[in-house]
Nanobody, 115 residues
């Protein structure tokens, strides 16, 4: 499975960014899609995840600011990030798993929020 991420970049605090990810090459149906992030010196943490039926789950730190969405026909997932804070600065990783619950990771895209 190949995961191609796009988006990310540098934004001032209070601004918005969207990161997107397209999955291809899976011989099985994609189950969950989501985003994780890892800041320097910290463990990777789950940001948001969405099931094939559209059920979402967010980290407490991003609730009300981030919105995850997906296009099942295109196997894409996007994360709209609003009201960004410097503590949102991290490398954001796309994640998907299939119906066998095997997980796959994208290479990561940098999001930097300046104060």
């Amino acid at each position: 499975v190949q995961l191609q991420a796009s988006g990310g970049g540098l934004v001032q605090a209070g601004g918005s960014l969207t990161v997107s990810c397209a999955a291809s090459g899976s011989p099985f149906s994609i189950n969950r899609m989501g985003w994780y992030r890892q800041a320097p010196g910290k463990q990777r943490e789950r940001v948001a995840i969405i099931t094939g039926g559209g059920v979402t789950n967010y980290a407490d730190s991003v609730k009300g600011r981030f919105t995850i969405s997906r296009d099942n026909a295109e196997n894409t997932v996007s994360l709209q990030m609003n009201s960004l804070k410097p503590e949102d600065t991290a490398v954001y990783y796309c994640y998907v798993d299939n119906q066998l619950l095997r997980g796959y990771w994208g290479k990561g895209t940098q999001v930097t929020v300046s104060s």
